[in-house]
């Protein structure tokens, strides 16, 4: 065979530029690394069971000084699980009051130490709102949460009773 022929001419171009093909997409494929696929992340998971405002749902004490004539706006069990699988579940009572946050930050917490309970935690954000956790020294790992939050529109305050229970 004849080096010279200019038969071959053609086949070098084409292996010469079939090989320039290969190695740049070698190179590239090199340089991008497999996308990696994520998980969705899971979500919390929450289901509600709603009772009516004649109903205190079980769990909260039945002697609750709930306000007469309060306008109940949640009344429910709440049941959470985690993404990571942990679950948790709060019984809710919550009213619109004509009273204070002050006032019934004093009414919720005269109640909860004349019941022997601690008070763990209190907090004034404002005289707007109030939040603080206390619990039965009997069952100290279910906290009732009391927060006193007033509506700057309307001037009620939202009582939101909750009384937190970990399942596991």
């Known amino acids: 065979m004849d080096n010279n022929n200019p038969k071959f001419i053609p086949v070098i171009i084409i292996l010469f530029g079939v090989a320039v093909g290969i190695f740049i997409y070698i190179w590239n ?5 497999k996308a990696v696929v994520e998980e969705p992340k899971q979500e919390f998971e929450r289901k509600a069971e709603q009772f009516g405002a004649e109903i205190l749902p079980q769990g909260l004490p039945t002697d609750l000084p709930i306000e007469e004539g309060a306008v109940v706006i949640s009344n ?54 109030m939040i603080f956790l206390s619990y039965d020294p009997k069952n100290p790992t279910q906290p009732i949460k009391f927060e006193f939050v007033k509506n700057s529109v309307t001037k009620d305050v939202t009582v939101r009773i909750v009384l937190i229970k970990n399942i596991r």
């Open 29 to 33: 494929s090199s340089k991008n690394p």
């Open 76 to 129: 429910e069990i709440v049941k959470v699980t985690t993404p990571d699988g942990k679950q948790e579940e709060q019984v809710v009572r919550a009213y619109l009051s004509a009273k204070t946050v002050e006032e019934n930050l004093k009414i919720y917490k005269d109640y909860v130490l004349a019941k022997g309970w601690q008070v763990s935690g209190e907090i004034n954000v404002s005289k707007d709102l």
